[in-house]
């Protein structure tokens, strides 16, 4: 984890990805929403790696006289799909997400590459976004292991408030999306399960 990091002004082009980061952060103010839906055209690890670095710092209580402080608890959703984002460049990104968004609502990493490190580390990470009722991890590759690992702790924090599970195309598997079908019957005011393998 700690690669992700160090060196954070060394990464090529920080300069423009940390822009990027900031003027997101002032729409945010307004919709309570932070989105990257689309590539770049920069690296999608380099991109979650500035987001969350520029994200802790604005959202940080040292940040709040600053004209560009960001209340953490003004953010409800946060979109960054179709990005390519590395396992473990994501399994970090999702560790810092109680730091800048502690009220999250709605999580969308669809269209990157995490697997059971990332899936492992939002498990790890669930206690800590108390307001989360929708998840959508879409087209990535959790796999069986690491459908069970999130199975397992979705069941256990959020049995009465998930809403919203997606994790479509993921390598399930016929035994992992049975598994999901039966978890599902656990939570209570689910709405929406797509779990196609």
């Known amino acids: 984890m700690s690669a992700n990091t160090n060196n954070i002004s060394s990464i090529p082009h920080y300069e423009e990805l940390q822009q990027r980061c900031v003027a997101e952060i002032v729409q945010c103010r307004d919709d309570g929403i932070i989105e990257f839906n689309s590539p770049t055209g920069y690296p999608g690890d380099d991109l979650a790696r500035v987001l969350a670095h520029t994200l802790t710092q604005h959202a940080s209580p040292d940040h709040q006289h600053q004209r560009d402080h960001l209340p953490s608890s003004c953010i409800t959703s946060v979109v960054f799909t179709s990005q390519q984002m590395s396992d473990e460049v994501g399994a970090h990104f999702i560790q810092t997400l109680p730091l800048w968004c502690p009220n999250l609502h709605i999580l969308n990493l669809s269209g990157n590459q995490l697997s059971l490190l990332s899936a492992s580390e939002l498990a790890r990470t669930l206690p800590s976004l108390p307001g989360l009722n929708e998840i959508i991890l ?53 709405k929406t399960l797509d779990i196609c393998k």
């Open 138 to 190: 879409n087209y990535n590759n959790l796999g069986l292991e690491g459908a069970r690992v999130l199975v397992s702790a979705l069941e256990e924090h959020l049995f009465d408030r998930l809403v919203t599970l997606m994790v479509a195309s993921n390598d399930l598997g016929a035994e992992g999306v049975k598994m999901m079908q039966e978890a599902s019957h656990s939570f209570l005011k689910l």
